[in-house]
């Protein structure tokens, strides 16, 4: 197998023929490039070879689950990719067009060791790439695609005889069984279901629809070229519109999915926007109830409520807040034990016995449903003001570029130690501690708190910051981090501030 190369350019003799592979589309936890800007078709090949290579190296047995989101291209990227599998002696099962959470199930309902899910996730049209895994319900971390990345850029796949192909039919309508069950709502609700034209349009009303929910459609009609927006709960764009659709229809609360259907995001009765990690201390609560004693996991990007709520603290619920990023997350809910994780971006983890472990924006959906059917006497909006208020920054990036930034937050997260270990203030208090799993989160003596870390997909720091007193505070936060980020001349503006 020669190298692919990252020169090769569009419409040319060699585009058809050559491996062309961007270096920088090999991210912390998935594959991602512009296609076909990035890569080609024979790069995809190229990649199939790789992953059925690096399979066959750790000893996996060479079967694997294969799925592509809606979008106009990614069956010839699917095919592309799978062509290259089978190169590597792989026998591929095919699903069929899917949402990730879909491809996630059918490695348990097929009794598969392997998954590769096509899917450019919530990017824009114009995006490709592949999640995939090898020990349900996990996907590639850093170690795996690192690995992934020298086995395909160095040349390394290795032909292999015995692949073969196979289509399997039926695996959305298990899947969609899996998600409801015999479970249906004994009091009335109202719910816009928004999936902003993207491939949750093919399954999100059906589920609700068998659950006994009256649905209020927002942008359900599949549509690869999102005339819309594209699906990203974590957008304002998307839950505005979600908003203006509760507020229009008198619904319950509005629930919206991303573009690969593995993130859910929340509008109330009111048509208040509630950030993912808000809601997953409403679930908390509720889980924590149905489950005491009950390990949760945070992302280091979420509220200080996982750990200070008092109502979670008098369910003995135990939180853990770790790396942001669903591979980093899934490893975390499973080494644990934990019955839950959550990510601020909008990705659930909901393990056994609520879920199998992976994100699913339907699972979340339909777990949303049932903890309303729970508390028949509540509104959404009820369950977010019985919250502790907290003021809360945006997710702020500011500039460092992608051979930097690594080398610049390591200096930023020994400066934050230092300043823990001296005594030193901020914002006035006292720092509890400094945890550092990812980043640096400084935790003050009340549970505000301030974190810096490097974006795993963009040449960006990450930072937000978080009071339980206060906006005033919460500005003092973000000034105190911020004059420490500006020690390091590589740092630039930032996308949004406060």
């Known amino acids: ?39 080609n078709l024979p790069g995809m090949t190229a990649l199939g070879l790789g992953l059925g290579t690096q399979m066959r190296r750790r000893g996996i047995e060479p079967v694997i689950a294969v799925a592509n989101d809606y979008r106009d291209y990614s069956l010839s990227i699917k095919n592309a990719l799978m062509l290259g599998l089978m190169q590597a002696g792989i026998h591929v099962k095919d699903i069929g067009p899917a949402v990730s959470p879909m491809a996630y199930f059918s490695q348990f309902h097929l009794d598969v060791p392997a998954v590769a899910m096509v899917t450019a996730s919530h990017n824009p049209n114009g995006w490709t790439g592949v999640k995939m895994g090898f020990e349900r319900p996990l996907t590639h971390g850093p170690d795996e695609m690192a690995e992934l990345r020298d086995i395909v850029l ?7 005889a015995g692949g073969g192909y196979e289509f399997i039919d039926g695996v959305r309508e298990a899947y969609i069984q899996d998600l409801v069950g015999d479970f249906k709502m004994t009091r009335p609700l109202k719910v816009v279901c928004a999936t902003g034209n993207g491939t949750a349009a093919a399954f999100a009303p059906e589920v609700f629809e068998r659950l006994g ?40 609360f509005a629930l919206g999915f991303d573009g690969d ?35 949760f996991v945070a992302d280091v990007k979420s509220t200080g409520l996982f750990a200070s709520d008092p109502e979670l603290k008098k369910l003995g619920v135990t939180a853990d807040y770790w790396k942001t990023g669903h591979s980093h997350m899934k490893r975390r809910v499973k ?11 909008g990705h659930y983890f909901l393990a056994e016995p609520v879920g199998r472990g992976y994100d699913c924006g339907l699972r979340v959906a339909v777990e949303i449903c049932k903890l309303m059917d729970r508390n028949p006497d509540m509104k959404m909006s009820d369950l977010r003001k019985a919250l502790p208020k907290t003021w809360a920054t945006p997710t702020m990036s500011p500039y460092a570029s992608d051979t930097e930034k690594y080398d610049i937050l390591q200096r930023l997260v020994e400066k934050l130690v230092a300043k823990h270990e001296a005594g030193e203030t901020l914002a006035g208090r006292s720092i509890k501690e400094v945890v550092t799993v990812n980043g640096a989160r400084v935790i003050l003596d009340n549970g505000s708190w301030g974190l810096v870390r490097a974006s795993s997909n963009t040449p960006n720091l990450v930072v937000v910051c978080e009071s339980s007193e206060s906006e005033a505070e919460m500005r003092a936060i973000f000034a105190d981090i911020d004059a420490v980020i500006r020690t390091e001349p590589g740092v630039g503006d930032y996308d949004q501030t406060i």
């Open 261 to 295: 259907g593995d993130r859910c995001g929340v509008v109330d009765d009111e048509g208040e926007e509630i950030f993912a990690d808000k809601v997953g201390v409403i679930m908390a609560r509720d889980l924590g109830k149905l489950y005491p004693g009950s390990t």
């Open 335 to 345: 080494e644990l034990g934990a019955l839950a994780g959550f990510e601020k971006s």
């Open 213 to 252: 929910v009256e649905v209020v459609d927002s942008h359900n009609r599949l549509d690869y070229t999102f005339p819309h927006y594209n699906p990203n709960p974590e957008a304002m764009e998307m839950l505005h519109d979600m908003s203006d659709s509760v507020k229009a229809s008198g619904a319950d």
């Open 154 to 160: 160095k040349g390394e796949g290795m032909p292999a």
């Open 1 to 39: 197998m020669t190298r692919p190369l990252p020169d090769v350019t569009p419409n040319t003799w060699e585009f058809l023929r050559d491996a062309m592979i961007k270096p920088t589309g090999f991210r912390e936890y998935d594959a991602r490039w512009k296609y076909p800007d990035e890569i």
